[in-house]
């Protein structure tokens, strides 16, 4: 079965970090362009981030409201997304969710697989 | 950044009717559009991709068309299972934006 699991959600202060963690199994993960979304409570869907693939030189691209604060790795030997989220700020609470680019091998925009979810609060 | 307009914010409908959300962009995109599903604490679900194609397993009474920066989702007949908010999404550029969302529900 195809699928994303995320994990390491939890509470944590203002200027704090947290590391989520997403794994996948089921298909060839490596080949895979992968994203990172977010939803803040009762609120729409906002793009956080992107890592490309081994192909094209695992290269990252961030939002604005994230940028210099947030990064994105993978582990292909692990099957394995990150996001390392450092200064974390009351805004950033929401659910986090990783999700696969359709296209093997290449960019497509579309993303056909998605995990649960990790919620993330920011709080004092 | 590329702006996504959605309209409208929710709607109510009857089961077996037609309904038609639009999605607007702020430039041209072409047919660089997906929409997509979430029902209630459920992670979103790809419906429609490159505008007007149904992706493998959605059924058939869903439907998109447009291009450039109008765009129409169309549910054919309402069923109760379809209740949910939908988003269109752009990919033509990065950031690749979401519309605000439309959420349905059952008159």
């Known amino acids: 079965e195809v699928q994303l699991v995320e994990s390491g959600g939890g509470l944590v202060q203002p200027g704090g970090s947290l590391r989520l963690s997403c794994a996948a199994s089921?298909?060839?993960?490596?080949?895979?362009?992968m994203d990172w979304v977010r939803q803040a409570p009762g609120k729409g869907l906002e793009w956080v981030g992107r890592?490309?693939?081994?192909?094209?030189?695992?290269?990252?691209e961030y939002a604005a409201s994230v940028k210099g604060r947030f990064t994105i790795s993978r582990d292909d030997s692990k099957n394995s997304l990150y996001l390392q989220m450092n200064s974390l700020k009351t805004e950033d609470t929401a659910v986090y969710y990783c999700?696969?680019?359709?296209?093997?091998?290449?960019?497509?925009?579309?993303?056909?697989?998605w995990g649960q979810g990790t919620m993330v609060t920011v709080s004092s | 950044d590329i702006q996504m307009t959605q309209s409208p914010s929710s709607l109510s409908a009857s089961v077996g009717d037609r309904v038609t959300i639009t999605c607007q962009a702020s430039q041209d995109i072409s047919n660089y559009l997906n929409w997509y599903q979430q029902k209630p604490g459920k992670a979103p679900k790809l419906l429609i991709y490159?505008?007007?194609n149904l992706e493998t397993g959605v059924p058939s009474r869903f439907s998109g068309s447009g291009s450039g920066t109008d765009f129409t989702f169309t549910i054919s007949s309402l069923q109760p299972e379809d209740i949910a908010t939908y988003y269109c999404?752009?990919?033509?550029?990065?950031?690749?934006?979401f519309g605000g969302g439309t959420k349905v529900e059952i008159k």
């Open positions: 089921g298909f060839t993960f490596s080949d895979h362009y």
């Open positions: 999404q752009q990919y033509d550029n990065l950031p690749q934006g």
């Open positions: 490159d505008a007007s």
């Open positions: 890592t490309r693939n081994k192909a094209n030189s695992y290269t990252t």
């Open positions: 999700a696969r680019d359709r296209r093997s091998g290449s960019y497509w925009g579309a993303f056909d697989i």
